[in-house]
C-alpha cells in the first residue's frame, strides 16, 4: 500500500509540474506582445499557431499508424470553403470557418472509409493522389478560387488594423485545439488508437474494430487542420494553391519528425524552431532549407525521439561518460 501510495504521489507531482509549465508558457505567450513592438513578429506568431494546430493534427493522425500525405490539401479545403463562402456569398467568417473544418472532416470520411484497411506505402500513394487531385479541382473551380492568380479580397475575421487582437485570438484557438487533441490522444480512443498502430491483428482479434477508428482519427485530424486552414485565410486574406500542395504537406512532416514524433509537444517544438527561428535571423533565410534537411538528418541518426527528447539524450549521454570514467578510475 505504501508502495502505491508512493507512485500516486510521483505521478501527482509529475502532473503538476507539467501543469505548472503549460500555465507558465502560456503566461509568458500572453505577455509577449506588450514586449514586442514589430508587427512583423507578431505575425510570425500567429502563422506559427495557426500553423502548430495543423501540425498537431497530422500527429494525431499518425498515433494510429497512418502518414497522410493530403494532409496540406486537407487544409486547403477548410481554407478555400471558408474563403469562397465569405468572399463570394457574403457569409460571416464566424460560420464560413466551422464549415470549412466540417468540410474538410466530411472528405476525410468518405475518403477513409474506403481505404481504411490500406497501410503503409498503399495508403501513402492513396493519400498522396488525393491531394493531388485537390489541386485539381481547385483548377476546375477556378472562377471561384481563381487558382492561377490566387484568391484575394476575403473577408478579416476581425475589423481591426493591428495584429494583436489576431495574436490573442490564435492564442486562444490554439489551446483549445491542443486541449481536445491531447484529451483525446490521452483517452481510451487514444490508447486504442496507439494498440492499432503497434500491431492491427492483435487489435482486431480482441474485437477492435480497426477500420472504425482509424477513420474516427482521421476525421478528427482533418476537421482541425480544416479549421486552421480557414483561420489562415481570413487572417492572410490571401489565398494560393501552391500553399497547399505536397511541399506543404511534407513540411508539417519535418515539423513532426524534428520536434519528436513519439510525444504530444514534439510538433510544437518542431513548429516553433522552425518557424520562428529562421525569422530572426532573416539573413540567412535562404539557408533555411539545407539547415532544416541537417537537422533533420541529425535526429534521424542521433536522436530518434526529436528535439523533445533532448534532454534525455543528454541524461543519457552523461551517465554513459560517468560510468566509463568509473570503469578507467577501477581499472
Known sequence: MDLFEKQLSQKG?????KLCVYAGVIAILSLLPLMIKSPY???????????????????????SGQFPLAHGAFMGIGGYVAAVLSR???????????????????IGILIGYPFARLRAMYYDMVSLFFGLGVLQVFFVFQRWTNAYHGLTGIPPLLPVT?????????????????????????CRIGVTLKAIEQSHLVASSVGINEAKYRVLVLAVGCFFVGLSGGAYAH?????????????????LFMYVLIGGIGSFN????????????????RGMKQFVP????????????????????LPQFVKSGFLRWRKRGRVGQAS
Open 41 to 63: 513578429l507578431i505575425h510570425i506568431f500567429i502563422l506559427t499557431f495557426i500553423t502548430i494546430i495543423a501540425t498537431v493534427s497530422l500527429r494525431t493522425i499518425t498515433i
Open 290 to 309: 539545407y539547415i532544416s534537411a541537417a537537422i533533420l538528418l541529425v535526429v534521424v541518426f542521433v536522436m530518434p525521439d526529436g528535439i523533445v527528447g
Open 13 to 17: 507531482r509529475k502532473y503538476l509540474t
Open 266 to 281: 514534439g510538433p510544437i517544438i518542431g513548429t516553433a524552431l522552425l518557424v520562428i527561428v529562421p525569422e530572426l535571423l
Open 235 to 251: 487572417y492572410t486574406r490571401t489565398l494560393s494553391y501552391t500553399s497547399f500542395d505536397l511541399l506543404a504537406t511534407l513540411w
Open 88 to 106: 463570394w456569398f457574403g457569409w460571416s467568417p464566424w460560420f464560413s470557418i466551422p464549415l470549412g473544418a466540417f468540410t474538410a472532416m466530411g
Open 162 to 186: 493591428s495584429k494583436v487582437p489576431y495574436y490573442y485570438l490564435f492564442l486562444g484557438l490554439t489551446v483549445l485545439c491542443l486541449l481536445a487533441l491531447y484529451r483525446l490522444e490521452f
